[in-house]
């Protein structure tokens, strides 16, 4: 695991775009996964710009996204399939046909999990996996005791899901309490993973998830298991970790990192 320190939230997801747009270039068929959330927002709003700028090409680019509320369908302006729609897809010239959400009205919430795993594979992976940080410690909606080894599934919602996301919804009563999330284990079969988490409200969580033993209770842990996975925070996010001197020198003597600093 790397730990990069940006000053600023937007320095921070400044630098998450510009890593995703430096791997799109390198490969303009990559297998994209792709996270939801507000932290987001500000990924999305760069990569656009980036496309409205430099005429960075999403063309020929997949995308999975990591979960889905259950009983929302795609027009509902909660739904994730609306914020990616939103916020990137219907921003870029990405081919919607090319994006990939779970589908959380399908009549067979299981069979769709299993459908959603074997395109996946049908992509030959994912190339980049995007990941968000809930304050409950989940990637994904991998809630607290998410098996480590988990495939995409339906999930319940836990209570401090519930409270962090309710009021993005007009009627927060009309929250769904359940989801369907890649799991711990589809995450980490992704070549490479991107984790970005801003602000200070994350910085407990964070510094559970970079120097905490490993645990399903919070799913993040598990990305220390991974063998190319960054996590990009702003100083805000960063106040809890003890090493983060340590990070910083790392970020500054190697040299993948030199056309970024
Ligand atoms: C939701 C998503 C997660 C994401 C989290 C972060 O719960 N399912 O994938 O990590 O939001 O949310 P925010 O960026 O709003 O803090």
Known sequence: MEVIIRPTAEAASDLVARIIARDLRANPHLVLGLATGRTMEAVYAQLVGLHRTEGLDFSLCSTFNLDEYVGLPPADP??????MNRHLFNQVNIDLRNTHLPDGMAADLDAECVRYEEL????NGI????LGLGRAGHIGFNEPLSALHS???EKALAPLT???NRSLFADPE???RRAITMGVGTILEARRCL???????KAGIIARAVEGPITSMISATALQLHCRCTVVIDEAAAAQLKEAD????IFANEPEWEQFR
């Open 127 to 130: 190339d980049l996996q995007l």
């Open 120 to 123: 996946i594979k049908r992509f």
């Open 195 to 201: 984790l970005l988490a801003t602000g200070p409200k």
């Open 78 to 83: 909660h739904s994730y399939r609306h914020y």
């Open 151 to 153: 495939r995409t599934r």
């Open 246 to 249: 340590y990070y910083r020198w």
């Open 162 to 164: 519930l409270e962090q």
């Open 174 to 176: 009309t929250m769904p």
